[in-house]
């Protein structure tokens, strides 16, 4: 595991010095609040002016999705590949060795994602 979090450290590092953050800001689409038809007791109807409310400003970085694809090119090329685990279901209860080891575990169909206490993550076999 130690080889794995150093190769994807050094390649977030690359990736962010070749796709560096660049924020904009951008505006949504306006919205336009109709206007309303006023009629008074003889029957004498008049309309008021609609307006517009301006859209909302959000801000996004334009390179998030190159970094990304750089990062994902960077680990590929140093032999890994993505996996997606379902999380563990509440209750699972794996039974956890205290020895920690670089070794991956085998995956399986049963193979998920167990969080530990202190956020550390481990995958487990949620039939075993």
Sequence with gaps: MAKMENDLLDCKVAALADAPVSTQLRRGP??????????????RCYRSGGY???GDVYSVDVNAG??????NRCMAARGFSPVELPRC?????????TDLTDAMPPLS????????EGGQNRIIDAAG
């Design 109 to 116: 169909p049963n193979s998920c994602l167990f969080e530990g």
């Design 66 to 71: 190159l970094r990304r694809d750089l990062l």
């Design 89 to 97: 279901r509440t209750g699972t209860a794996p039974a956890l060795s």
């Design 30 to 43: 306006p919205r336009y609040v109709p206007g309303y038809r006023h009629c008074d007791g003889k029957g």
């Design 52 to 54: 517009f409310y301006p």
